[in-house]
């Protein structure tokens, strides 16, 4: 009789935690092939967005739609304030980066009707989507560059797009999948801010040398063109891009 109470105290701890605290692994599960590049269908920019799997499978959809409405949002219009602190004395260095994005709420309530759902998977770990925005147009040729390449080839950060400002985000494994490639893609826009707008001091003693870099810009029609996991999945890129015509 404890042997059974015993069996179904674990059937029912399983069925009811999620799937990413029962295995570590779950939460950076080995997603489908097409998550990894997000080309312009026909022209209307794509975004991706995944969901860990919910008791109630059905709300992973609408957390996935909610998410891309929100890359959308930050693709219209982004508002970026950030800062890095550098320091260097005798052998020792360090380096200091926080970076505040903003984007319109409202705007991404508004577009979440205007998509059209391109990709859906969904298994064991949770739900994985790409959709397009019909409303907004983006150049189709920006995949030509990255087409006679492998996949995650560009992450050694020497891609060129003509008319583009291109970035590479890079940032260490996160809890889950979701947040890892959010972390890699605010890395990004950090490096691709830069380019576009940035203020740089610096300083020197005898045995002391420091550097304060600050942006604050705002930038329209910055796109997640492809992201990118090492093989040990301890890394995750993001490769930004925007015009220079801003």
């Known amino acids: 009789m404890k042997r059974l109470l015993l069996m179904m105290m674990v059937w029912l701890f399983t069925a009811i935690t999620p799937s990413f605290l029962l295995c570590p692994?779950?939460?950076?599960?080995?997603?489908?092939?097409?998550i990894w590049r997000l080309c312009p269908d026909n022209g209307h920019p794509q975004f991706f967005a995944f969901c860990p799997r919910?008791?109630?499978r059905e709300n992973e959809l609408q957390n996935c739609l909610g998410k891309i409405a929100i890359q959308a949002s930050k693709y219209k219009t982004l508002s970026v304030n950030?800062?890095?602190?550098?320091?260097?004395?005798?052998?020792?260095?360090?380096?200091?980066?926080?970076?505040?994005?903003?984007?319109?709420?409202?705007?991404?309530?508004?577009?979440?009707?205007?998509?059209?759902?391109?990709r859906e998977y969904s298994d064991e770990n949770g739900t994985y989507?790409?959709?397009?925005?019909?409303a907004e147009t983006i150049d189709s040729f920006l995949c030509d560059t990255m087409s006679n390449q492998e996949p995650g080839s560009w992450i050694?950060?020497?891609?060129?797009i003509e008319g583009y400002y291109t970035a590479i985000g890079v940032?260490?494994?996160?809890?889950?999948?979701?947040?890892?490639?959010?972390a890699s893609d605010n890395n990004a826009i950090f490096e691709l801010s830069n380019q576009i707008s940035s203020t740089i001091a610096s300083g020197m003693n005898r045995d002391h040398w420091f550097g304060?870099?600050?942006?604050?810009?705002?930038?329209?029609?910055?796109?997640?063109l492809a992201r990118w996991a090492s093989e040990d999945k301890r890394y995750y890129y993001s490769l930004a891009v925007c015009s220079k015509e801003q």
């Open 25 to 34: 692994d779950r939460a950076h599960p080995d997603p489908p092939h097409w």
């Open 54 to 56: 919910l008791l109630v």
């Open 82 to 118: 950030a800062g890095a602190f550098s320091q260097k004395r005798s052998f020792l260095s360090r380096y200091l980066r926080s970076i505040d994005v903003e984007y319109d709420q409202d705007l991404a309530e508004q577009l979440l009707s205007g998509f059209v759902i391109v």
């Open 129 to 134: 989507m790409v959709a397009k925005l019909l």
């Open 156 to 160: 050694d950060g020497t891609i060129e």
């Open 171 to 182: 940032a260490r494994r996160r809890r889950l999948l979701s947040d890892s490639l959010e």
């Open 212 to 224: 304060y870099e600050s942006i604050d810009v705002q930038i329209e029609g910055l796109y997640i």
